[in-house]
């Protein structure tokens, strides 16, 4: 997918899975703890929902907390797609930025 693609080569964004039509997992954190990612993913998952760009709820994989990303809506375009990407990214940087 575009968005997973894009999301891959920013530091400290893990794309966890392949991506499998419309929908793949984030993991947010570079050298931290399991227990940090954790913390790091909800925090930026929070962020996110609160700008209000896009919709993205967290979810568990294998037991650790995960960013969900499914795209649903037929009409979606590359460009609500790069938007969606572009409020991953600030959320990332500002909670990178608020430790």
């Known amino acids: 997918s575009h968005m997973a693609a894009r999301l891959a080569h920013v ?7 392949p991506v499998e039509l419309n929908q ?4 947010f954190g570079n050298t931290d703890t399991d227990e940090e990612k954790d913390t790091l993913t909800t925090e930026v998952i929070s962020r996110v929902l609160d700008e209000g ?3 993205m709820n967290g979810g568990q994989w294998h037991g650790h907390k995960v960013m969900r990303v499914s ?14 990407v572009e409020s991953v990214i600030r959320a990332w940087k500002a909670v990178q ?3």
């Open 11 to 17: 530091d400290g964004v893990e794309v966890l899975n």
């Open 24 to 27: 793949f997992t984030l993991r």
């Open 53 to 55: 760009t896009c919709y």
């Open 71 to 84: 795209i649903i809506s037929a009409p979606t375009t590359e460009d609500d797609a790069d938007a969606s």
């Open 97 to 99: 930025n608020s430790r």
